[in-house]
């Protein structure tokens, strides 16, 4: 399993932007990522993934358009911008790994390996 660690949370207005991190040790481009968030009250959601060639991506309907995900093997990280930030967006964001590929579903119990979450603010 591979030790995660995000990082780049904080307070943002709405419309505005943050892009999270998340560093990796192990050799990562075995290794899909996703990126999840929990928001208080609310199960914890998978919101994008990112084979281990970084070819293929994928988005749930509420953050495609706005947010990317992507990755640097040669720094064993993986990023998620986020633009035009919405209040809906406040949560605690997770990064999260499994072998290869994005499962179809991107769901909590495919990725075996987690980072310790980052809080992401999205006020006024």
């Known amino acids: 399993q591979l030790q995660l660690v995000e990082s780049g949370g904080g307070l943002v207005q709405p419309g505005g932007s943050l892009r999270l991190s998340c560093a990796a040790s192990?050799?990562?481009?075995?290794?899909?990522i996703a990126w999840f968030r929990q928001a208080p009250g609310k199960e914890r959601e998978g919101i994008s993934c990112i084979s281990n060639s970084g070819v293929n991506t994928d988005y749930i309907d509420s953050v495609e358009g706005r947010f990317t995900i992507s990755r640097d093997n040669a720094k064993s990280t993986w990023y998620l911008q986020m633009n035009n930030l919405k209040a809906e967006d406040t949560a605690v964001y997770y990064c999260?790994?499994?072998?290869?590929?994005?499962?179809?579903?991107?769901?909590?119990?495919?990725?075996?390996?987690w980072g310790q979450g980052t809080q992401v603010t999205v006020s006024s």
């Open positions: 999260a790994a499994r072998p290869w590929s994005c499962p179809k579903v991107v769901g909590i119990r495919d990725f075996g390996s």
């Open positions: 192990g050799v990562t481009n075995l290794y899909a």
